[in-house]
C-alpha cells in the first residue's frame, strides 16, 4: 500500500458541509499544493500529517465552502475602497448621518465624502433618505457625494461647486439635474433611466494615487474574506479600462497577495465603437488565460451600449433602439469566433427576447458547441425564455438586487409580477446553470448573507415579503448557487465550489451554523476563518491568532479607518456621534417626519452639540433639540 501523500495542512475537529453528495459530511480536511487531499474522519485525516504540517483543531465548527460570487465589480471597488463611507447594513439614518459627520469632519481638501451605493433607504428605521439640507448641515464645505441604487445622487453644494454644475449646465441625455425654482441645480440627480449622470458625476472626484489603489484593493479583499467570500467574478464597469485599471490587481498577483479568486470580464467602453474594443482585446488575451488566482473569463457584463436596458424601477422600462440586434450580432459573431465566453446585463423580459433573437441567429452560423455565456439579472424573464436559455447551453447569473429595489418594483408592477422576480426556481427546475451573486458595490452591497438571507426567505431589507413559496430556495440550494453554481460561470465547474478531493482548498467557518440559526439571523453572518488554496486569509472570534496582518489604508482619512466596511456595531467609547444616534433610534419612527410641533426635522438637531442622548434631560425627550 502506497504513503498517503503528506499534507501542508490539516483542519481537524471540524463540522464540514462539502455539498459533495458522494461524501456529504466531514470532520477533517487534509491540503497540499493548494488542493483537498483527503476529506473524511480526524483517522484518515490525520494519515497525511507529517513533521511539517500545520494542525488546525476548529473546535468543532461548522464549515463550509468558500462563497463564490457570481457577479460583483471588486477590481473598480478595490480601487475606490478606502475612499467610501459605506453605510452597507446601518440600521438607521441617524446612524448613518453621524458616520458621514464625523467623516466630513476629517477628511482634507479636495477629497471628497463618497457614499458610493450598497445601501437602500429602506434598511433604515425611518425609511427615508436623508433631505439636501441635512447633507448641506452635517457637511458644509467638504464636498459630498451619496449614491443610492442606481437611482438617484444626492451632492451637497460644496460638490455642485467641485463638479461645476450650475443654471447653465444642460442635462445629459437620459438623466435630469434637479433645480429650484430660480434654475439653480438643488444637488439632486436623477437616472431617467439612464445612471450615465451618475457614474460621470462620481468620475469628476480626485483618485487615489496608485500606492494608495494598492492598499485599498487589499483592504477590500480582506472584508470580503471576512464576510466568507474566496471567489469572485468581476462584471467590468463603466470607466474600468483595459489594461489601465488592471495593473493594480495585477501587481498584486504577481506578488502572491491576492486573497480573492477573480475571474474578470471585459466590458466595453465605448458606445458604437464596441466592436472595436472586442476584436482589440481578443488579439490580445487568449480565452479564459490567467491562473487560478487571476483568470480571463471572457466579455461582458457590458457588449454594446445600446442593449443597456437599466434597472431603476422607478423608471419605466427602456425600450431599446432598433440598432441594438446589428450592434449585438457584430460582438457576439466576434466573441464565439474566437472563443471568448461573455455575459450580458439584461433585466426585463423584452430585451432578453431580442438578445436571444440575435444569439440564435449567430449560433445557426457558428455554433456555440457548449461555449459558456449566460444573462445578468433577469428580473422579469419569462419561461419561454427560459427555455430558450437552455436550448442554447447558456446560464442567469442572479443578484439580490430585489433585495434593495422590491419595494420600487411593487410599486410600479405590482405585488403579483414581483412573486417571480427573478423566477429562480423557474430557472432550476429547467436545468439552467444558476449562480448566486450581489452585483456590488453600487446597486446593492457586497455581503453575500444577505442575497442568501433574500433567497431562502424572499424577503426585502426592508422587510417586505417578495415570493410565494414556490420560488423561495432552501438553504442548501441557496448555498450551491454560491458556490458549486457559481463555479459553471467561471469555467471552473468540479475544480471549486466543494469540500472535494482534488478541489481548490477554499472554505469557511462561519460566526454561527448557517443551517441551524434562524433564517431571519442569516444576513447577519460574518466568517470566523476563511482559507483560500489552504491558505489562512482572515481569522476572527475564536481563530484570531491565526489572521494575517490587517493592511492598512495609505490614506489617513480613510473610512474604513473610522468604520470599516460593511456595518458593524462600534466599539465602547469609539464614536460619541455614533452613540448619540443610536440612543436616538428608539424614535426613529417620529423622526421619519417633522416635527409636528416645531415644523422641521431631527436629524439636523441631534448632530450637533447639545446632549440630546440623554432622554430624561430638557435637551432630549422634553425639547427633542428641536431649537438648535
Given at each position: 500500500?502506497?504513503?498517503?501523500?503528506?499534507?501542508?495542512?490539516?483542519?481537524?475537529?471540524?463540522?464540514?458541509?462539502?455539498?459533495?453528495?458522494?461524501?456529504?459530511v466531514?470532520?477533517?480536511?487534509?491540503?497540499?499544493?493548494?488542493?483537498?487531499?483527503?476529506?473524511?474522519?480526524?483517522?484518515?485525516?490525520?494519515?497525511?500529517?507529517?513533521?511539517?504540517?500545520?494542525v488546525?483543531?476548529?473546535?468543532?465548527?461548522?464549515?463550509?465552502?468558500?462563497?463564490h460570487?457570481?457577479?460583483?465589480?471588486?477590481?473598480?471597488?478595490g480601487?475606490?475602497?478606502?475612499?467610501?463611507?459605506?453605510?452597507d447594513?446601518v440600521?438607521?439614518?441617524?446612524?448613518?448621518?453621524?458616520?458621514?459627520?464625523?467623516q466630513?469632519?476629517?477628511?482634507?481638501?479636495?477629497?471628497?465624502?463618497?457614499?458610493?451605493?450598497?445601501f437602500?433607504?429602506?434598511?433604515?428605521?425611518?425609511?427615508?433618505?436623508?433631505?439636501l439640507?441635512e447633507?448641506?448641515?452635517?457637511?458644509?464645505?467638504?464636498?459630498?457625494?451619496i449614491?443610492?441604487?442606481?437611482?438617484r445622487?444626492?451632492?451637497?453644494?460644496?460638490?455642485?461647486?467641485?463638479?461645476?454644475?450650475?443654471?447653465?449646465?444642460?442635462?445629459?441625455?437620459g438623466g435630469e439635474?434637479?433645480?429650484?425654482?430660480?434654475?439653480?441645480p438643488?444637488?439632486?440627480?436623477l437616472?431617467?433611466p439612464?445612471?450615465?449622470?451618475?457614474y460621470a458625476?462620481?468620475?469628476?472626484?480626485p483618485?487615489?494615487?496608485?500606492?494608495?489603489?494598492?492598499a485599498?484593493?487589499?483592504?477590500?479583499?480582506?472584508?470580503?474574506?471576512?464576510?466568507?467570500i474566496?471567489?469572485?467574478?468581476?462584471?467590468?464597469?463603466?470607466?474600468?479600462?483595459?489594461?489601465?485599471?488592471?495593473?493594480?490587481?495585477e501587481k498584486?498577483?504577481?506578488a502572491?497577495e491576492l486573497?480573492?479568486?477573480i475571474?474578470?470580464?471585459?466590458f466595453?467602453?465605448?458606445?458604437?465603437?464596441?466592436?472595436?474594443?472586442?476584436?482589440?482585446?481578443?488579439?490580445?488575451?487568449?480565452?479564459?488565460?490567467?491562473?487560478?488566482?487571476?483568470?480571463?473569463?471572457?466579455?461582458?457584463?457590458?457588449?454594446?451600449?445600446s442593449?443597456?436596458?437599466?434597472e431603476d424601477?422607478?423608471e419605466?422600462?427602456?425600450e431599446?433602439?432598433?440598432?441594438?440586434?446589428?450592434?449585438?450580432?457584430?460582438?457576439?459573431?466576434?466573441?464565439?469566433?474566437?472563443?471568448?465566453?461573455?455575459?450580458?446585463?439584461?433585466?426585463?423580459d423584452?430585451?432578453?427576447g431580442?438578445?436571444?433573437?440575435?444569439?440564435?441567429?449567430?449560433?445557426?452560423?457558428?455554433?456555440?458547441?457548449?461555449?459558456?455565456?449566460?444573462?445578468?439579472?433577469?428580473?422579469?424573464i419569462?419561461?419561454?425564455?427560459?427555455?430558450?436559455?437552455?436550448?442554447?447551453?447558456?446560464?442567469?447569473?442572479?443578484?439580490?438586487?430585489?433585495?434593495?429595489?422590491?419595494?420600487?418594483?411593487?410599486e410600479?408592477?405590482?405585488?403579483?409580477?414581483?412573486?417571480?422576480?427573478?423566477?429562480?426556481?423557474?430557472?432550476?427546475d429547467?436545468?439552467?446553470?444558476?449562480?448566486?451573486?450581489?452585483?456590488?458595490?453600487?446597486?446593492?452591497?457586497?455581503?453575500?448573507?444577505?442575497?442568501?438571507?433574500?433567497?431562502v426567505?424572499?424577503?426585502?431589507l426592508?422587510g417586505?415579503?417578495?415570493?410565494?413559496?414556490?420560488?423561495?430556495?432552501?438553504r442548501?440550494?441557496a448555498?450551491r448557487?454560491?458556490?458549486?453554481?457559481?463555479?459553471w460561470?467561471a469555467?471552473?465547474?468540479?475544480?471549486?465550489?466543494?469540500?472535494?478531493?482534488?478541489?481548490l482548498?477554499?472554505f469557511?467557518?462561519?460566526?454561527?451554523?448557517?443551517f441551524?440559526?434562524?433564517?431571519?439571523?442569516?444576513?447577519?453572518?460574518?466568517?470566523?476563518?476563511?482559507?483560500?488554496?489552504?491558505?489562512?486569509?482572515h481569522?476572527?472570534?475564536g481563530f484570531?491568532?491565526?489572521?494575517p496582518?490587517m493592511?492598512?489604508?495609505a490614506?489617513?482619512?480613510?473610512?474604513?479607518?473610522?468604520?470599516?466596511?460593511?456595518?458593524?456595531?462600534?466599539?465602547?467609547?469609539?464614536?460619541a456621534?455614533?452613540?448619540a444616534?443610536r440612543?436616538?433610534?428608539?424614535?426613529?419612527?417620529?423622526?421619519?417626519?417633522p416635527?409636528a410641533?416645531?415644523?422641521?426635522?431631527?436629524?439636523?438637531?441631534w448632530?450637533?452639540?447639545?446632549?440630546?442622548?440623554?432622554?430624561k434631560?430638557?435637551?432630549?425627550a422634553?425639547?427633542?433639540?428641536?431649537?438648535?
Amino acid at each position: 500500500m502506497n504513503d498517503p501523500a503528506t499534507a501542508d495542512i490539516v483542519f481537524t475537529n471540524g463540522r464540514f458541509t462539502t455539498l459533495d453528495r458522494q461524501n456529504p459530511v466531514a470532520t477533517a480536511v487534509a491540503v497540499a499544493g493548494g488542493k483537498f487531499i483527503a476529506v473524511g474522519s480526524h483517522e484518515d485525516i490525520m494519515r497525511h500529517a507529517g513533521a511539517a504540517t500545520q494542525v488546525i483543531d476548529l473546535a468543532g465548527a461548522a464549515a463550509l465552502p468558500g462563497l463564490h460570487d457570481s457577479h460583483t465589480h471588486l477590481i473598480r471597488a478595490g480601487l475606490n475602497y478606502a475612499m467610501e463611507l459605506r453605510w452597507d447594513g446601518v440600521p438607521s439614518l441617524a446612524d448613518a448621518m453621524a458616520m458621514l459627520k464625523a467623516q466630513a469632519a476629517r477628511t482634507p481638501a479636495p477629497q471628497w465624502v463618497r457614499v458610493v451605493g450598497g445601501f437602500t433607504e429602506q434598511q433604515f428605521a425611518e425609511k427615508r433618505l436623508p433631505t439636501l439640507a441635512e447633507i448641506n448641515a452635517a457637511a458644509p464645505d467638504t464636498p459630498v457625494f451619496i449614491l443610492h441604487l442606481y437611482d438617484r445622487a444626492l451632492l451637497n453644494g460644496a460638490a455642485l461647486r467641485a463638479v461645476g454644475y450650475g443654471k447653465d449646465t444642460p442635462n445629459p441625455p437620459g438623466g435630469e439635474i434637479a433645480r429650484d425654482a430660480q434654475g439653480n441645480p438643488t444637488g439632486l440627480l436623477l437616472a431617467k433611466p439612464n445612471a450615465m449622470i451618475l457614474y460621470a458625476t462620481l468620475a469628476k472626484g480626485p483618485k487615489l494615487d496608485p500606492d494608495a489603489q494598492e492598499a485599498s484593493t487589499r483592504l477590500f479583499m480582506r472584508e470580503l474574506n471576512r464576510l466568507g467570500i474566496t471567489s469572485v467574478i468581476d462584471a467590468g464597469g463603466g470607466f474600468q479600462n483595459y489594461p489601465e485599471d488592471y495593473r493594480v490587481i495585477e501587481k498584486l498577483r504577481d506578488a502572491g497577495e491576492l486573497t480573492v479568486r477573480i475571474g474578470y470580464n471585459l466590458f466595453t467602453q465605448r458606445p458604437k465603437q464596441e466592436a472595436e474594443d472586442f476584436r482589440q482585446w481578443t488579439g490580445m488575451l487568449p480565452p479564459l488565460s490567467g491562473t487560478d488566482m487571476l483568470r480571463h473569463n471572457g466579455a461582458g457584463e457590458m457588449l454594446v451600449f445600446s442593449a443597456a436596458d437599466f434597472e431603476d424601477f422607478r423608471e419605466p422600462r427602456p425600450e431599446l433602439p432598433a440598432s441594438m440586434e446589428d450592434e449585438l450580432e457584430r460582438v457576439v459573431r466576434l466573441l464565439v469566433e474566437k472563443r471568448w465566453p461573455f455575459r450580458l446585463h439584461a433585466t426585463y423580459d423584452e430585451s432578453i427576447g431580442r438578445a436571444l433573437d440575435t444569439f440564435e441567429k449567430v449560433n445557426r452560423d457558428i455554433p456555440f458547441n457548449g461555449l459558456h455565456w449566460f444573462f445578468d439579472h433577469a428580473e422579469t424573464i419569462s419561461p419561454r425564455n427560459i427555455d430558450r436559455v437552455k436550448a442554447l447551453g447558456g446560464g442567469i447569473a442572479v443578484q439580490h438586487r430585489m433585495a434593495y429595489q422590491g419595494e420600487y418594483f411593487i410599486e410600479r408592477y405590482g405585488a403579483g409580477p414581483a412573486e417571480h422576480s427573478p423566477p429562480i426556481r423557474r430557472m432550476l427546475d429547467a436545468g439552467l446553470p444558476v449562480g448566486g451573486g450581489t452585483d456590488a458595490t453600487r446597486v446593492a452591497s457586497y455581503n453575500p448573507w444577505v442575497c442568501l438571507y433574500w433567497m431562502v426567505t424572499g424577503k426585502t431589507l426592508g422587510g417586505t415579503a417578495l415570493y410565494r413559496p414556490d420560488n423561495l430556495l432552501d438553504r442548501d440550494t441557496a448555498l450551491r448557487l454560491w458556490t458549486s453554481g457559481s463555479a459553471w460561470f467561471a469555467n471552473a465547474e468540479g475544480k471549486k465550489g466543494q469540500i472535494k478531493v482534488g478541489q481548490l482548498a477554499d472554505f469557511i467557518v462561519p460566526s454561527r451554523d448557517f443551517f441551524g440559526i434562524p433564517e431571519s439571523d442569516i444576513k447577519d453572518l460574518v466568517s470566523h476563518l476563511t482559507v483560500v488554496g489552504g491558505r489562512i486569509v482572515h481569522g476572527d472570534g475564536g481563530f484570531a491568532n491565526l489572521a494575517p496582518p490587517m493592511p492598512k489604508a495609505a490614506n489617513d482619512w480613510a473610512p474604513t479607518k473610522a468604520f470599516g466596511g460593511y456595518w458593524r456595531e462600534p466599539a465602547a467609547g469609539a464614536q460619541a456621534a455614533g452613540r448619540a444616534a443610536r440612543a436616538m433610534q428608539p424614535f426613529a419612527d417620529c423622526c421619519a417626519k417633522p416635527c409636528a410641533v416645531h415644523g422641521h426635522g431631527h436629524t439636523q438637531s441631534w448632530l450637533g452639540n447639545a446632549p440630546v442622548s440623554d432622554e430624561k434631560s430638557f435637551w432630549g425627550a422634553l425639547g427633542c433639540a428641536c431649537w438648535l
